[in-house]
Antibody, heavy 121, light 106 residues
Framework: EVQLVESGGGLVKPGGSLRLSCAASRFTFSSHSMNWVRQAPGKGLEWVSFISTSSTYIYYADSVKGRFTISRDNAKNSLYLQMNSLRADDTAVYYC??????????????WGQGTLVTVSS | DIQMTQSPSSLSASVGDRVTITCRASQGISNYLAWFQQKPGKAPKSLIYAASSLQSGVPSKFSGSGSGTDFTLTISSLQPEDSATYYCQQYNSYPLTFGGGTKVEI
């Protein structure tokens, strides 16, 4: 069974930085594009960022563009999200989500358990 | 950006009922539509992709339909374990966007 385990969340002050990690196992990580999706407390799901298999294509939500950086290390089966200039409205559970393989746009088919990021003074 | 609108935002139904949730895209997305189930305090679970294809291991009580701008998720024979919030999501183009969710109570 696919395993995605996020880490790195915690409490950070406004303007601070945090780096999230997602450790992937039980599948060929380098064959799948990946996403970060977040969920503010009591709110719905919000897509944050996408990275293709070899990091050629990277996309961000407007709400994080210029502040967050997605990256991956296929040799370490790991996905990352570097978050800078954090704001209170970045407070959320951050999920690592795997895309399916196949023709056409990929669909998310697996999710990690999430890691909570709290931005507060 | 493509806006996704779900209705209703919540519903209450009885065990054994058939339930339908609708999702509308602000522009055509072909069949690039996914559905997710999320139970309180848990990560989302992928149910359906390509509007009507079940993810591996998802019971056939869940079904999806639609194309273009209008989509539906149907849960047949509702059971207590189906109590959750359901989200649609378009993956036709970036930014990926989700509907606001439909909370299903038994």
């Amino acid at each position: 069974e696919v395993q995605l385990v996020e880490s790195g969340g915690g409490l950070v002050k406004p303007g601070g930085s945090l780096r999230l990690s997602c450790a992937a196992s039980r599948f060929t990580f380098s064959s799948h594009s990946m996403n970060w999706v977040r969920q503010a407390p009591g709110k719905g799901l919000e897509w944050v960022s996408f990275i293709s298999t070899s990091s050629t294509y990277i996309y961000y939500a407007d709400s994080v563009k210029g502040r967050f950086t997605i990256s991956r290390d296929n040799a370490k089966n790991s996905l990352y999200l570097q978050m800078n200039s954090l704001r209170a409205d970045d407070t959320a559970v951050y999920y690592c989500a795997r895309d399916s393989i196949g023709g056409g746009p990929p669909a998310i088919d697996s999710w990690g358990q999430g890691t909570l990021v709290t931005v507060s003074s | 950006d493509i806006q996704m609108t779900q209705s209703p935002s919540s519903l209450s139904a009885s065990v054994g009922d058939r339930v339908t949730i609708t999702c509308r895209a602000s522009q055509g997305i072909s069949n690039y539509l996914a559905w997710f189930q999320q139970k309180p305090g848990k990560a989302p679970k992928s149910l359906i992709y390509a509007a009507s294809s079940l993810q591996s291991g998802v019971p056939s009580k869940f079904s999806g339909s639609g194309s273009g701008t209008d989509f539906t998720l149907t849960i047949s024979s509702l059971q207590p374990e189906d109590s959750a919030t359901y989200y649609c999501q378009q993956y036709n183009s970036y930014p990926l966007t989700f509907g606001g969710g439909t909370k299903v109570e038994i």
